[in-house]
């Protein structure tokens, strides 16, 4: 292989790597604020899901994901898992 190509794909890669940090940052972010949402919710004995804002939340992401060129399927199947784990954040602070 050519040393060019291999450079290439180390900086790629090492690229990819950044990247990734930068999208665990993100979530652990957004956790954080969707935590603060939970005590909100539970202090104003709120429901733990809100179904209209998550239909706005998921339409949101489709179309950001269709003008970014990425399938909105995949947007939508990521959002959702996570959206699960906020809600079970949520119930559990309910329950603390």
Same mark, same amino acid.
């Given at each position: 292989?050519?040393?060019?190509?291999? &450079?290439? %794909?180390?900086? $790629?890669?090492?690229? $990819?790597?950044? $990247?990734?940090?930068?999208?665990?940052? %993100?979530?652990? @972010?957004?956790?954080?604020?969707?935590?603060?949402?939970?005590? %909100? @919710?539970? &202090?104003? &004995?709120?429901?733990?899901?809100?179904?209209?804002?998550?239909?706005?939340?998921?339409?949101?992401?489709?179309?950001r994901a269709?003008? @970014?060129?990425?399938?909105?399927? %995949?947007?939508?199947?990521?959002?959702?898992?996570?959206?699960?784990?906020?809600?079970?954040?949520?119930?559990?602070?309910?329950?603390?």
């Amino acid at each position: 292989m050519q040393a060019c190509y291999l &450079d290439e %794909l180390e900086a $790629l890669r090492r690229e $990819l790597d950044e $990247l990734d940090t930068s999208i665990i940052d %993100l979530l652990a @972010k957004r956790f954080e604020v969707t935590g603060r949402v939970g005590v %909100l @919710k539970r &202090d104003a &004995d709120a429901a733990a899901v809100d179904h209209e804002r998550e239909r706005e939340m998921f339409a949101r992401l489709r179309d950001r994901a269709r003008d @970014k060129g990425i399938s909105p399927e %995949l947007v939508e199947s990521l959002y959702r898992l996570i959206v699960s784990e906020v809600v079970v954040g949520h119930r559990r602070t309910r329950e603390g």
